[in-house]
């Protein structure tokens, strides 16, 4: 069976684009799939040229590269759209490229048969709080939103498109926003033989000794770009309430920094802040921390904290996160009620670090919790999926 999947970026260093790369792998390797890739930039995927791909006509990824445009993002974001529908058919008159269906990971091109569903930005855009904002930036950020929006009422309530979201709290906003009952829920997952807890142990001193970070000192975790979004505005605040305790924030993300460092130096944290570009070896990071936070007001899933738990790795959550529909709040992980109550969550640092045989019992649990959780059950979804969406359209 042959596919076409659009996706502007693959990597391993941000979420979306990390589980994009793990299905892929799985459909070609498992279940044969022959995948043109269109998209913009690959990493940390095995791909191969035109010419291997015609030799092996089952389980291979051909990546079909597409150019990016300088300028704001959502100019690029437009050119991508109308250039990989264009790509496709000049691929299909041109080169005798066919395929059976088409699959996004959102809303990427406006033919996909199957849509994978990370994020709703009908909700992110409710979250956002720029109507009193001036300028050129926040100009681009309600036109971008405003974009995805309109396209996602286009596709999302389009009943021929089959949808997958990536937990129950997404489905649900896939039901309230657009009406879509019928969508299945494939969570994400993680690779057990690369997260564990034993694979921190070796990278904890080179990673803390990297930040500079004492022995002594308690490294709280946030990773996730939109920091607003994930809560750092609230995890600042938490750490000032616990301005007592040896605290560092490991911050990790692509974010504007600016109006952080501002608020970290007005709650009188800065010199406890680091902020940190995201790497395609994402263990170092939890390998130097002692807890993952992650207060965000929306997340349809969190893969982060999934990898920290099967990494061992304590973690506080927010109950706006998909995937706390699998977490036993106290067992697995401690899961505020509040995101937003600062007050709260630096109750709940303290809590955890005056009990450190409670982080353990945390970390351990956290660990069998996520090793439930994997990529093949992920791609057996999407996989029956697709086969069902190719059955109905005959």
Request: glycine share 6%.
């Amino acid at each position: 069976m042959r596919l076409a999947f659009v996706s502007q970026f693959v990597d391993r260093r941000h979420g979306t684009e990390r589980s994009v790369a793990e299905l892929l792998s799985r459909l070609t390797k498992i279940y044969g799939w022959e995948i043109y890739l269109y998209a913009q930039s690959v990493e940390g995927l095995e791909v191969v040229t035109t010419r291997e791909a015609h030799r092996q006509n089952t389980g291979v990824i051909y990546w079909r590269r597409l150019p990016a445009v300088p300028g704001p993002y959502v100019f690029r974001f437009l050119f991508w759209y109308i250039l990989n529908r264009w790509r496709r058919a000049w691929d299909r008159l041109f080169h005798g490229v066919n395929y059976d269906l088409v699959c996004s990971p959102g809303i990427n091109c406006s033919d996909a048969g199957v849509i994978l569903v990370h994020v709703v930005f009908h909700r992110l855009s409710e979250l956002q709080n720029d109507s009193s904002r001036i300028g050129l930036r926040a100009w681009h950020r309600r036109a971008y939103y405003k974009t995805l929006c309109a396209l996602e009422q286009r596709l999302y309530r389009d009943p021929r498109v089959a949808l997958a979201a990536v937990s129950r709290h997404t489905a649900e906003q896939l039901a309230f926003y657009f009406g879509r009952k019928n969508v299945s829920v494939s969570p994400h997952g993680v690779d057990m033989q690369f997260f564990h807890p034993g694979a921190l142990a070796p990278l904890r001193n080179s990673a803390r000794e990297r930040w500079k970070f004492a022995a002594h000192e308690v490294v709280l975790l946030l990773v996730g770009n939109d920091w607003s979004n994930k809560g750092l505005p609230t995890l600042l605040e938490a750490a000032s309430l616990c301005h007592e305790l040896p605290l560092r924030l490991l911050v990790v993300g692509e974010d504007n920094p600016a109006p952080f460092i501002s608020s970290a130096r007005q709650f009188n944290v800065l010199d406890r802040v680091i902020f940190a570009s995201p790497s395609a070896d994402v263990r170092s990071f939890y390998a130097a921390a002692d807890i993952l936070i992650s207060p965000s007001l929306e997340d349809s899933f969190n893969l982060p904290c999934l990898e920290a738990m099967a990494c061992g790795l304590p973690v506080i959550l927010s109950p706006n996160a998909g995937i706390s529909e699998w977490i036993r709040s106290g067992t697995d992980a401690v899961l505020l009620s509040d995101p937003k109550d600062s007050h709260e969550l630096a109750g709940a640092i303290r809590a955890l670090l005056s009990n450190p045989e409670r982080m353990r019992r945390l970390g351990e649990n956290a660990a069998r919790t996520a090793a439930t959780l994997t990529w093949d059950r992920h791609a057996k979804i999407i996989h029956e999926l697709l086969c069902s969406r190719l059955t109905s359209s005959f």
